[in-house]
């Protein structure tokens, strides 16, 4: 069996690609950016939805992914997984805030718990509605 060269590169470059923008969601994401969780676990995370994802991605026709523009285009997909797990992060810590806020007018804020995902004191409260927004 041989495999023409165009095939190779449409195929590396769809993988590469998608583990670009996986990898960036995974950099920036609320559960997988913590140091508690161990690299083994977010590359292997990375690695299975990648792999589950390359067969619906479509690669533009003669675009060489070892060329300068596919390089850019491998840059822009992790600067875009990246903002995509920023705004799950963004949404993570709104839920946060507002918790505080309904812990603080409840007179619930005295106790409080330290946090496992950045390590800073918040209310029980606050804790439960994270971790419910993150099960979302």
Known sequence: MQI?????QTLVGTA???VARVGGI???APVFSTPTVPRQIRAAFVIMVSLILIPLVQVP???????APGLVVLASQVVIGAAMGFMLKLV?????FGAQLIAFTMGLSFGTII???DGTQSPVLSQFYVLFAVLL
């Open 4 to 8: 023409e060269l165009a095939t190779l």
């Open 16 to 18: 590469m690609w998608t």
């Open 26 to 28: 995974a950099l920036t």
């Open 61 to 67: 026709v003669g675009l060489a992914p070892f060329s």
């Open 92 to 96: 993570v810590e709104a839920v946060s």
């Open 115 to 117: 946090s496992p995902v």
